[in-house]
Each structure stands twice: as structure tokens, then as C-alpha cells.
């Protein structure tokens, strides 16, 4: 399998932009998450999906993030307009539904806002 | 609630040297506990788990750790540090509700 895959890897933006994050779990995994890691503050999550639906984003900083899910395949989080504060490694995970069962992460979109 | 706690952001080793990294825990149910390892500039991945099977849980690259109920904790060890074990390493803990709690991580340095 090739594991959660994540893109950009690495991502510079201007202060105002918009950042689309991409992430495409694991094949069959049912849940997906996103985190957030920083110096600060550490790893914290975001938002998490089951079955595509959104379960708890009460994570998400503030109404400038978002985060879909269209299908099983597939998940964006977005920022806009981004901050300087968002520079941070986002990184997605994804999960079977049994209880006790391991989260994979992908290798992490490293975003820079200038 | 489910939550973590691993003492010491910082631990220092001598290459050769005994690891033993921390975690103690809070669940109100039998918990499933996991040690993740982050090396610089990559994902977390998982060293090893336990889900209620045996008590002592051996993982990857000679890291093993042991459940103790009495004592709420899950403390990571190796016997012998290896430069490349110099990393982050995060302790976790899941609910049947499937959330995890990370702990915030001990960065272990191993000193030649």
C-alpha cells in the first residue's frame, strides 16, 4: 500500500493567499484526520472525518480553515486567507473504524506564510 | 476523558546507554496505548501498541514497552541507544470512540 499520501510537501505563500492542503488516505480506511503541528504548541488535531463526514472540527482555529471530504479517496484542507501564525507541518491520518486500530499519517505539507 | 502525559520533553542519552522514556496515562476504560516515533523532517510512525494482549509489547528497532495498570503507565525502553534513534517520540492513547490523545512528545538525543 502506499500509505497516506499528502501534497504539497512544502508550500511558501504570501500573507492573504489561499492554501489548498491535499491528502489521499489509506484505501479502506474509513477515518481521516488532520493535525496541526508546531514548536508552540505541539501536535493537535483539527478536524476528523468518518465515512467522509465531518465528526469534530472544534480544533479548527478559526472560520479562515476548512475541510472536505467529496469522497473516500480524497481530503482538502484549505486556509484562507492565511496568516503568517499558520506556518506549521499540516498533517493528515487515516484509520480503520475498529477500536484500538493504528493511525497511519502521511509525511506532512510544511507551509510557510510570509 | 483519555489523556497522556510523558515527563520530560528532553531526554539525553549516551549512545549505548539504557532508553527509557515516560508516559503515564488517564482512562476511564481499558485503553489502547501507542508509541510513535517522529524522526526530523518526516510523519509519525508507529514503534509498537497495545491493545490488551500481553503486558510487555515489543516493537521496532529493538523498542519494547510495558503495560502496567497499577501504575497508569506505558513507559517506552530500549536497552541500548542507537544514534539513529534520535528522534520525537509521541505516546498515544485511544477510546472505542477511535479518538487518540497524543502526549507532547520527549525529543531523545543520544550523545556519541
Known sequence: ?114 | AQSVTQLGSHVSVSEGALVLLRCNYSSSVPPYLFWYVQYPNQGLQLLLKYTSAATLVKGINGFEAEFKKSETSFHLTKPSAHMSDAAEYFCAVSDPGNQFYFGTGTSLTVIP
Not at chain 1, 489509506?26 to 483539527?46: A, P
Not at chain 1, 484562507?80 to 497511519?104: K, L
Request: some cysteine.
Open chain 1, 1 to 114: 500500500d502506499a500509505g497516506v499520501i499528502q501534497s504539497p510537501r512544502h508550500e511558501v505563500t504570501e500573507m492573504g493567499q489561499e492554501v489548498t492542503l491535499r491528502c489521499k488516505p489509506i484505501s479502506g480506511h474509513d477515518y481521516l484526520f488532520w493535525y496541526r503541528q508546531t514548536m508552540m504548541r505541539g501536535l493537535e488535531l483539527l478536524i476528523y472525518f468518518n465515512n467522509n463526514v465531518p465528526i469534530d472540527d472544534s480544533g479548527m482555529p478559526e472560520d479562515r480553515f476548512s475541510a472536505k471530504m467529496p469522497n473516500a479517496s480524497f481530503s482538502t484542507l484549505k486556509i484562507q486567507p492565511s496568516e503568517p501564525r499558520d506556518s506549521a507541518v499540516y498533517f493528515c491520518a487515516s484509520s480503520f473504524t475498529v477500536s484500538g486500530n493504528t493511525i497511519y499519517f502521511g509525511e506532512g505539507s510544511w507551509l510557510t506564510v510570509v
